[in-house]
């Protein structure tokens, strides 16, 4: 089984923090590296690295060729990033290459192929690497022999790795002589490692048949090779080949510190180095290859300089090269990047703000700096002193934009992104005619290669009516300040050393706004320089201020139109499955239609759109849904949160990428295990017979009900909202609107003289073969029992009617986070559960649905992220407490109430 995604992202923390250690350990190693690297012909050197690129991709075409050889499919350009990573992780987790070879099985299980032959076909890679070195090694071997020049310690050493490709391909081979061996192999490491997932509390186990299945799968792909020979002896040669592109890189090597070597001399030493490589207890041959190579090369007399700056610089190039590629590349994998929002776009869009508001920094300190003399000097010769001043200014308040659009690119904005690289261009302009400041210039260039490379990832819009009251406040704005200036400099001249004309005033103030002249302006009073500094403050105020309301995120969502309501109606009434499903309904939603024919209603708060259950639509396209909702939310820069989602539904979530947490259980009572008989049942059947007795009696109204039956129904949601001391819910609740509940069955109790005192509206789940009910309305003052025998009468006549079940809501917070090994933000949603009940009476409404021997059934709160629960909490209890409807009202916008029809 694959790794949860939660455990996935710890392991790439420690993988992160393992390369972190690695590089500064090596850190003394990689200062030598550059040192001996500045000694040698660049030329060469690239030409040398570039080889070993290709060294890497000839080895990415091995494992495919392998992998085609056991019926395994798989691409060149995909296994690349992955043979890096798979170094890498070799590097930082040694074990022997398992870790390595772990992560091709993973990654090749998520693309759909069998893991056993996946395993069959790294094992096959493995001999064929080693099978086509034997070759080079005998040369080395016979080599050195003639040269006189063969230690002890080189044939042991061919020895082991003789020793180890045969006991590889016996290994292979054992599934096809020997099954039952390799069966009960397989059958031993599943009982060890379902054992230790038990001490470890872990729900990852393994299957009763994975010992059986993957036994069979191995001795398959066993036959397969045997029964393809060339596929077998194409791998043979990728391998062949690899080895041959390394050896061309080490002789560029040598070129690169012009020494001449022989082409013997030259395989003697490779072989030698890779030998070591394969049988060195450090992580791929750290410290010991380049040691073996130069007294190797040492020994067959090149010089000892030369030999040492060779064997380091090629196991530089082979160590550095898959440590910082296999990182950067290991999200490209499908163990630790199959989201739909990985973390590499997430962490790219995240250091391009960052690295934007840096840049703003960077640019008011630059602004402030003095020029360096030489550079002013040769500016001097091309340049005015106004310009140079307009430069400086300039830089600095391109500064501060950047500092406010870091924020809007963080939050993925288009017009963040479009703005920034504008910004970014004059900022590069200006860094040099203020200073020729070059530095600064190829940052902000830099900078803005990197945002165009990753130009897809910014695809937020901003709110179009913040869009417009932007432009509107930057042109008053612009226009005030330069009234303002005008005017200023006008009256309060007396406060220069110039006095100022209307035109004169004009002018000054534009100068002020753009600093490409020199403004001249010499006060000779505190209030003059005040007066000119409130010139930029007001300008800088209201730019940034422009600049948010750009950046905002979409506040609302255009409102349903009847078409979109009466396509939603059709959809839910054929899928429709839940207590939900009618809610959808509901003049508050706003919705998203997939292609896939599935509808999501929703309700927008301060940038979470809340999404009522699951998607209503085909089973099968759930998925696609869900991905949508998920890019059509990052459209509009909101958080996606699903309230009161299935159980069934949470791998499919978490397969996009959520998390979710428990928020309460659904009391669903099976109607046919129903009936007043039985001792737990007397409390009902005592409120029964003491109702009738006073007179009282029960009755379901069917739809449409009448005007006077209606306006009864009113008085008594008034009386209850007045005696709850609240108002109407909305969202997941229904509110008493007219058509709602005249278009409802009423289920109602009335007392001798036939007037109701209470009420509940019963509610269809169209598909599911359930009933359950909305708005719960009583009279303040009413007969003891009176709930009782309306919901004791109520599920009798839901069972006449043939219904399965009755679902008596959701009781929230309900049974979540009682054990130890449940999530933290379950337990602490327990102790809140156990501590706001003076508040709340959770508990009460709890213990009261547990009288009818309900089934609990869990719902769940799914949403994007840690870092976004509170934000996803605080939404869902705005939308569900009317908030939205509130703010509504108090700017006189009239709300639609009513039910779709």
């Known amino acids: 089984m694959g ?18 250690w690695v590089v500064v350990s090596r850190y003394s190693e990689a200062q030598q590296l550059r040192q001996v690297l500045a000694q040698g012909n660049w030329g060469w050197l690239l030409l040398a690295a570039a080889a070993q690129i290709a060294y890497y991709i000839a080895m990415a075409a091995t494992y495919q060729a392998a992998f085609a050889a056991v019926d395994v499919s798989s691409r060149v350009r995909d296994l690349t990033p992955i043979t890096l990573s798979s ?170 510190f012009n020494q001449r070597i022989l082409f013997g001399s030259l395989v003697a030493g490779y072989a030698m180095g890779f030998l070591f490589l394969v049988v060195s207890i450090t992580p791929m041959g750290i410290g010991v290859v380049e040691g073996v190579m130069t007294l190797v090369y040492t020994s067959l007399g090149v010089p000892s300089a030369a030999a040492a700056a060779v064997a380091l610089v090629y196991r530089g190039l082979g160590f550095w090269l898959p440590l910082g590629l296999g990182f950067l590349l290991l999200r490209r994998s499908k163990t630790f990047g ?140 612009a226009i005030f300040t330069l009234a303002y200036g005008t005017l200023g400099f006008y009256l309060l001249d007396r406060h220069y050393s110039v006095h100022f004309n209307f035109l004169q005033a004009l002018r000054q103030t534009i100068v002020m706004f753009t600093q490409f002249y020199d403004p001249g302006l010499q006060p000779v009073t505190g209030f003059g320089r005040y007066f000119a500094d409130s010139i930029y403050i007001i300008g800088a105020v209201t730019l940034g201020y422009s600049a948010l309301l750009f950046l905002r995120p979409i506040l609302s969502h255009p409102p349903a139109t009847p078409e979109e309501r009466q396509r939603v109606r059709a959809i839910v009434e054929r899928y429709g499955r839940t207590s939900l499903a009618h809610a959808a309904l509901f003049n508050d939603k706003h919705y998203y239609f997939a292609p896939s024919g599935s509808v999501i209603a929703f309700v927008q708060h301060r940038g979470v759109a809340v999404a009522l259950g ?10 696609t849904a869900i991905a949508g909702f998920q890019q059509f939310c990052a459209m509009n820069d909101w958080t996606p949160v699903f309230y009161q989602t299935m159980p069934d539904t949470l791998a499919i979530y978490r397969q996009a990428g959520f998390e979710a947490v428990c928020i309460g259980h659904e009391a669903i009572v099976k109607l046919e295990h129903f009936t007043l008989e039985g001792g737990a049942r007397k409390q009902f059947r005592t409120a029964i017979h003491r109702m009738e007795r006073s007179g009282y009696h029960f009755a379901v109204h069917p739809p449409p009900l009448d005007y006077k039956t209606l306006a009864e129904l009113r008085a008594i949601s008034d009386e209850w909202l007045t005696m709850m001391h609240g108002s109407e819910k909305r969202f997941s609740l229904g509110w008493f609107d007219d058509e709602y509940i005249r278009s409802s069955p009423i289920a109602a109790v009335h007392d001798p003289k036939g007037l109701v005192t209470a009420f509940a509206n019963v509610v269809s789940e169209y598909q599911a073969n359930e009933i359950t009910i909305d708005l719960m309305r009583r009279r303040r003052d009413v007969e003891p029992g009176t709930m009782d025998y309306l919901f004791a009468n109520l599920l009798l006549w839901a069972k006449e009617q043939g219904h399965a079940s009755f679902n008596l809501g959701l009781s929230a917070l309900a049974g979540i986070g009682e054990h130890p090994d449940d999530p933290a933000v379950e337990r602490a949603m327990h102790f809140i559960y156990q501590h706001i009940n ?45 908030e939205e409807n509130l703010l509504l009202e108090y700017f006189r916008i009239k709300p639609q109430r009513k039910i779709a029809s």
């Open 3 to 20: 790794y949860t995604k939660i455990n996935r992202r710890w392991i790439l923390w420690i993988l992160a923090v393992g390369f972190i």
């Open 87 to 256: 170094l890498f992780i070799n590097v930082v987790a040694p074990s022997g290459g398992a870790a390595g070879a772990a992560l091709f099985v993973d990654d090749l299980n998520r693309r759909g192929q069998s893991p056993a032959r996946a395993a069959v076909g790294v094992f096959l890679q493995l001999i064929c690497v080693f099978v086509s070195f034997m070759l080079i090694l005998i040369f080395g071997l016979v080599y050195l022999f003639m040269q006189h020049d063969l230690e002890m310690y080189e044939v042991i050493a061919a020895i082991v790795l003789f020793a180890a490709t045969a006991a590889l391909s016996s290994a292979l081979l054992l599934s096809l002589w020997q099954p039952r061996l390799l069966h009960g192999l397989l059958l031993w490491v599943q009982h060890f490692l379902n054992g230790l997932f038990g001490f470890l509390r872990s729900p990852s186990t393994l299957a009763d048949d994975w010992a059986e299945r993957n036994a069979a799968e191995f001795s398959q792909a066993a036959e397969t090779i045997i029964h393809r020979p060339k596929r077998l002896a194409r791998a043979v040669s990728m391998a062949f080949t690899a080895h041959g592109i390394s050896i061309i890189s080490l002789y560029l090597l040598f070129l690169a």
């Open 338 to 477: 199959a989201e739909e929002h990985t973390l590499e776009e997430t962490w790219s869009v995240r250091v391009i703000a960052v690295l934007t508001a840096l840049m703003g920094c960077i640019n008011m300190l630059s602004a402030v700096q003095p020029a360096l003399i030489e550079r002013l000097r040769l500016l001097e010769s091309i340049s005015p002193l106004a310009v140079r001043h307009g430069g400086h200014l300039t830089a600095a308040l391109a500064g501060f934009a950047l500092l406010i659009l870091g924020r809007g690119l963080w939050r993925r904005k288009r017009t963040a992104w479009l703005a920034a690289m504008i910004t970014l261009a004059i900022s590069t302009f200006s860094h040099l005619i203020k200073g020729l400041d070059y530095e600064e210039a190829l940052l902000a260039l830099g900078l803005m290669l990197l945002m165009w490379l990753n130009r897809r990832h910014f695809h937020a819009r901003s709110d179009p009516p913040s869009m417009r009251q932007a432009v509107w406040v930057l042109a008053t704005s």
């Open 614 to 623: 699951d998607p209503i639509g085909p089973p099968d396209a759930l998925s």
């Open 838 to 882: 003076q508040f709340y009476n959770f508990k009460g409404l709890h213990e009261y649905k547990e009288k009818f021997q309900p089934i609990w059934s869990p719902r769940y709160l799914i949403y994007p992220g840690a870092g976004s629960l509170a934000t996803a909490f605080t939404a869902v209890v705005a939308v569900n407490s009317g």
